[in-house]
């Protein structure tokens, strides 16, 4: 195991990975150094680390200090998708900033590197479950950039220039996700509708997992230049996620199906129309086509080599989602004639 008195720094602390996994690391005792973009995030961070340091994937310059000292590197940081951002941004952070972040722990002779990648570098799976040898098929310039920096990071590891692993996590949710809201609101509200027939598979991690999975792959040391798939227990289809977020609000289940062809037509025509004046389109083809890829894979290497399983079945998990949305507010409470599953 990593030396355990020096700090591992986790970078892209401020976001919904980067917190989880700096909550799991503190819960277990573990020093840990957060690493945030701007001046501003510090202060909600104060509680988890009283060090945090501000550093930026476009300035290396920057890096060194936030690496020096550090037993390791959890490397969460990324820009995802939005509207507003360029392609060269996507890029220099997604892939030259992991570049500018190994270069930095080595430098200060950082012994192990961690990295996140995305199951999006494999996009739709044609013949699933997909496993970590599955060809990149990146759909997107976020999917895209996340596989350069993959790469970058991987040719590193090979090159025995720093040890590390990558991992690829699933589709993330867990409690305070914000970007699942939307879908948990719409179905609480019963405006829930399909693109096409609800049988894309759809294959979930809870952050929680995600977090012990990330602490196991920097225990492994013995265990460098390879990568891991982090999923749920299992994949289902869009519409079993969707009968059973349902059926814990106390709603029926969604029924309307819309086809799919038109749908991706309209999601088009809304972008082109929205990009010149700056405004986010209500409707995107990357939304419809969350209702058509499927994403399925299989978790078994990170459960042979890393030891990684998940605490619990999805129904589990979307109870803490859902108790942990109306704690805050976020969703009304259950019906008064609601009944557990």
Same mark, same amino acid.
């Given at each position: 195991?990593?030396?355990?008195?020096?700090?591992?720094?986790?970078?892209?602390?401020?976001? /919904?990975?980067?917190?989880?996994?700096?909550?799991?690391?503190?819960?277990?005792?573990?020093?840990?150094? &957060?690493?945030?973009?701007?001046?501003?995030?510090?202060? =909600?961070? %104060?509680?988890? !680390? !009283?060090?945090?340091?501000?550093?930026?994937?476009?300035?290396?310059?920057?890096?060194?200090?936030?690496?020096?000292?550090?037993?390791?590197?959890?490397?969460?940081?990324?820009?995802?998708?939005?509207?507003?951002?360029?392609?060269?941004?996507?890029?220099?952070?997604?892939?030259?900033?992991?570049?500018? #972040?190994?270069?930095?722990?080595?430098?200060?002779?950082?012994?192990?590197?961690?990295?996140?990648?995305?199951?999006?570098?494999?996009?739709?799976?044609? $013949?699933?479950?997909?496993?970590?040898?599955? @060809?990149?098929?990146?759909?997107? $310039?976020? %999917?895209?950039?996340?596989?350069?920096?993959?790469?970058?990071?991987? =040719?590193?590891?090979?090159?025995?220039?720093?040890?590390?692993?990558?991992?690829?996590?699933?589709?993330?949710?867990? @409690?305070?996700?914000?970007?699942?809201?939307?879908? /948990?609101?719409? $179905?609480?509200?019963?405006?829930?509708?399909?693109?096409?027939?609800?049988?894309?598979? !759809?294959?979930?991690?809870?952050?929680?997992?995600?977090?012990?999975?990330?602490?196991?792959? #920097?225990?492994?040391?013995?265990? !460098?230049?390879?990568?891991?798939?982090?999923?749920?227990?299992?994949?289902?289809?869009?519409?079993?996620?969707? %009968?059973?977020?349902?059926?814990?609000?106390?709603?029926?289940?969604?029924?309307?199906?819309?086809?799919? &062809?038109?749908?991706?037509?309209?999601?088009?025509?809304?972008?082109?129309?929205?990009?010149?004046?700056?405004?986010? @389109?209500?409707?995107?083809?990357?939304?419809?086509?969350?209702?058509?890829?499927?994403?399925?894979?299989?978790?078994?290497?990170?459960?042979?080599?890393?030891?990684?399983?998940?605490? %619990?079945?999805?129904?589990?998990?979307?109870?803490?989602?859902?108790?942990?949305?109306?704690?805050?507010?976020?969703?009304?409470?259950?019906?008064?004639?609601?009944?557990?599953?």
């Amino acid at each position: 195991m990593p030396d355990p008195v020096r700090p591992f720094l986790v970078t892209g602390a401020a976001g /919904f990975v980067g917190r989880h996994l700096l909550e799991h690391l503190n819960a277990r005792g573990i020093p840990v150094r &957060a690493m945030v973009r701007r001046p501003e995030q510090t202060a =909600d961070l %104060q509680a988890l !680390t !009283t060090d945090v340091v501000v550093a930026d994937l476009e300035r290396p310059e920057t890096l060194r200090e936030a690496t020096r000292g550090c037993a390791g590197v959890y490397h969460i940081a990324a820009v995802f998708r939005q509207q507003d951002v360029t392609d060269e941004t996507f890029r220099a952070i997604n892939a030259e900033g992991v570049r500018h #972040m190994l270069d930095a722990a080595i430098a200060e002779g950082v012994p192990r590197f961690v990295h996140c990648s995305t199951n999006g570098v494999h996009s739709n799976i044609d $013949i699933p479950p997909a496993d970590e040898d599955y @060809p990149f098929n990146p759909g997107d $310039i976020y %999917q895209v950039t996340k596989a350069e920096g993959e790469k970058i990071a991987m =040719d590193y590891f090979r090159a025995g220039r720093i040890d590390g692993v990558i991992l690829r996590p699933t589709m993330i949710y867990g @409690p305070g996700d914000r970007r699942t809201l939307k879908l /948990f609101r719409m $179905i609480a509200r019963r405006r829930f509708f399909y693109v096409g027939r609800g049988e894309a598979l !759809t294959h979930w991690v809870d952050v929680r997992d995600l977090s012990r999975a990330f602490e196991l792959a #920097m225990d492994a040391t013995d265990v !460098t230049a390879e990568a891991f798939l982090i999923g749920g227990r299992r994949y289902m289809t869009l519409a079993e996620n969707a %009968q059973e977020i349902a059926a814990q609000l106390g709603v029926p289940e969604p029924r309307l199906r819309l086809p799919v &062809a038109p749908m991706m037509a309209l999601a088009h025509a809304t972008e082109i129309v929205c990009k010149p004046f700056g405004i986010e @389109p209500p409707l995107f083809r990357r939304r419809v086509a969350f209702f058509v890829k499927n994403r399925a894979y299989d978790i078994s290497k990170a459960q042979r080599i890393l030891g990684y399983e998940p605490q %619990q079945d999805f129904a589990g998990e979307v109870r803490d989602i859902i108790a942990d949305y109306r704690r805050t507010g976020d969703l009304p409470p259950a019906p008064a004639d609601w009944k557990a599953a």
